[in-house]
């Protein structure tokens, strides 16, 4: 059933900072403490710094900003990103926005399987081997499954093994063992390695074989996640273009994407943009997410578009995103880093699965925000404004001469450093 609060912020950007705190601090419930957080440098002291990696310096800090307008299986969301690109924020509440024309986006999700895996060499047969083990499977998996550990008893734990041979390689034959591994609402590196660890032994007596590495893959296919929306012609109607004209331009900039990798490359990027933002304000592993959605994106062996778009038989616009997603609500950075809380309160989630569904809700939007931009008035008209910021802070603008010396160079069309340091100095 749908939320009684409403993602429509209507003039949320025109807000000052402490404004926009004050109403997102309303929305999550916010304490005074994780108020002042939000107002501070970087949301983590170089103390909390210290604690979290090596030889620590200090704090590095990046802009959180939140999307508005986003409703997702008819429960509407406020989205915490965290970015330094100009006018990701802004596409992806816009993009929202045009998807509640058609009742927002819609979230499935697999079960929270991912996938551990013990190379093992120096195996005399292949096939003989891979026997043994499936024949012992069950007991390999009351080896993972100790009753006594905790994501055991929430639910989780070994749910199969599966066998694969590489018969010829540089190395000589290769058998590797994966282990399905339900890890609940953790992304479950450290659980799924430990129990790889657990079985290696076992493998070796099972096998006669030798075991080398044993690690999760971050290519987490058993755990996607997929978002869809539609966009109805009405909702995609600009001053210059009428919507099936936008929705037909969008389906042929998309199709460009699925057959070309090098446009895949920049349109994958775009999905990125969202999904990432997202990721690292949650206090996730983006690296883990990128590489399972790049490899994802190239599981046919060709790379291509994570996205699909198409036109339906109304003529309205219809995308579709289905992505690996493997993210946690609790362990790592998620339950140590001030922001990365204060990030999931925004949210309200209560499942990982939910945020990986909020997270491929974002990368679709902002991949539909960005392919619009490029079928309509160019990805420049607004990203160049944006910049326009960036250059005028660069110069050396402060407080109300910023807006100032933007809009003069929007109004010249020169958004140039130079320009921006000349306004500067002529204190303009």
């Not at 994966?178 to 430990?194: E, Q």
């Not at 199709?255 to 070309?260: I, R, Y």
């Not at 999905?271 to 399972?292: C, H, K």
């Amino acid at each position: 059933m749908e939320n009684q609060r409403s993602s429509r912020l209507p003039g949320f950007y025109q807000k000052s900072l402490p404004e926009r705190i004050g109403i997102i601090a309303e929305w999550a419930g916010l304490s005074q403490v994780e108020q002042a957080g939000l107002e501070s440098a970087a949301g983590l002291s170089p103390q909390q710094a210290n604690q979290m990696v090596e030889n620590a310096l200090g704090v590095y800090g990046l802009p959180l900003g939140v999307a508005t307008n986003f409703q997702i299986n008819g429960k509407d969301y406020l989205i915490p990103m965290v970015i330094e690109e100009p006018s990701v924020v802004a596409a992806c509440s816009f993009a929202a926005k045009m998807a509640r024309s058609g009742g927002g986006f819609t979230t499935s999700s697999d079960e929270p399987i991912m996938i551990g895996q013990i190379q093992v060499l120096d195996v005399e047969n292949l096939q003989g081997a891979a026997d043994r083990i499936l024949a012992e499977r069950d007991a390999l998996l009351a080896l993972v499954n100790d009753p006594d550990l905790t994501i055991v008893k929430l639910g989780g734990g070994g749910r199969d093994i599966e066998v694969r041979q590489f018969r010829q390689t540089t190395i000589g034959p290769m058998l590797v063992v994966d282990l399905l591994y339900d890890t609940r609402d953790a992304m479950g590196a450290n659980a799924i390695n430990t129990a790889c660890e657990k079985l290696a032994p076992a493998i070796e007596r099972i096998t006669g074989g030798r075991v080398n590495l044993r690690i999760l893959s971050n290519l987490s296919d058993r755990r996607k996640a997929t978002a869809s929306c539609l966009m109805t012609t009405d909702a995609l109607t600009t001053e210059n273009m009428a919507g099936a004209l936008v929705a037909k331009s969008i389906v042929e900039a998309a199709v460009f994407a699925e057959v070309d990798p090098y446009r895949a490359t920049t349109h994958n990027k775009g999905v990125m943009n969202g999904i990432d933002a997202v990721v690292i304000a949650t206090g996730n592993d983006w690296r883990a997410v990128e590489a399972g959605a790049h490899a994802y994106a190239a599981r046919d062996g060709r790379y291509t578009s994570m996205t699909r778009w198409w036109q339906d038989e109304n003529g309205d616009l219809r995308g579709m995103l289905t992505l690996p997603m493997a993210v946690g609500t609790v362990g790592g950075a998620t339950k140590v880093h001030p922001t990365a809380q204060i990030a999931m309160k925004i949210l309200g989630i209560s499942s990982a699965r939910e945020l990986a569904e909020v997270i491929v809700s974002v990368g679709l939007a902002q991949n539909f925000a960005a392919i619009r931009a490029l079928a309509t008035e160019g990805i420049q008209a607004g990203h160049m404004a944006l910049h326009a910021r960036q250059l005028a802070l660069a110069a050396g603008a402060q407080g109300e001469m910023v807006n100032r010396i933007v809009e003069t160079m929007i109004a010249e069309g020169n958004i140039r450093l130079d320009r921006a340091k000349a306004l500067v100095k002529a204190r303009f």
